[in-house]
Nanobody
Framework: QVQLVESGGGSVRPGDSLRLSCSVS????????MAWFRQAPGKEQEFVAA????????LYATSVTGRFTIAADNAKNLVHLQMNNLKSDDTAVYYC????????????????WGQGTQVAVSA
């Protein structure tokens, strides 16, 4: 069984930075890619960023391009999301997910999910 645990969320001001981490345990040998999604209050869950475990392929939502960076540490089974220049619109619960193939932003393709970590951005 696969377990994903997110960490690093918190409350910050606009313009600040946060680094989220996702620890993956279990049948990690089957995993090919990881992604971050987020869900703001009253909104549907949306794609944020994805990465192939070898780090050679990444994809970002337009809204975070240039501000967020996804990185994989496959030796430690960790995926990080560095979030810079945070905006109030980034307020959401952030979830990491894993898949056995490249799915990009295609949410149904991700098979295992973490419980989420809250990010709140306000002045």
């Amino acid at each position: 069984q696969v377990q994903l645990v997110e960490s690093g969320g918190g409350s910050v001001r606009p313009g600040d930075s946060l680094r989220l981490s996702c620890s993956v345990s279990g049948r990690t040998s089957d995993h090919y890619s990881m992604a971050w999604f987020r869900q703001a209050p009253g909104k549907e869950q949306e794609f944020v960023a994805a990465i192939r475990w070898d780090g050679e392929m990444t994809l970002y939502a337009t809204s975070v391009t240039g501000r967020f960076t996804i990185a994989a540490d496959n030796a430690k089974n960790l995926v990080h999301l560095q979030m810079n220049n945070l905006k109030s619109d980034d307020t959401a619960v952030y979830y990491c997910a894993t898949a056995t193939k490249w799915n990009g932003s295609y949410r149904p393709g991700y098979e295992d999910w973490g419980q989420g970590t809250q990010v709140a951005v306000s002045a």
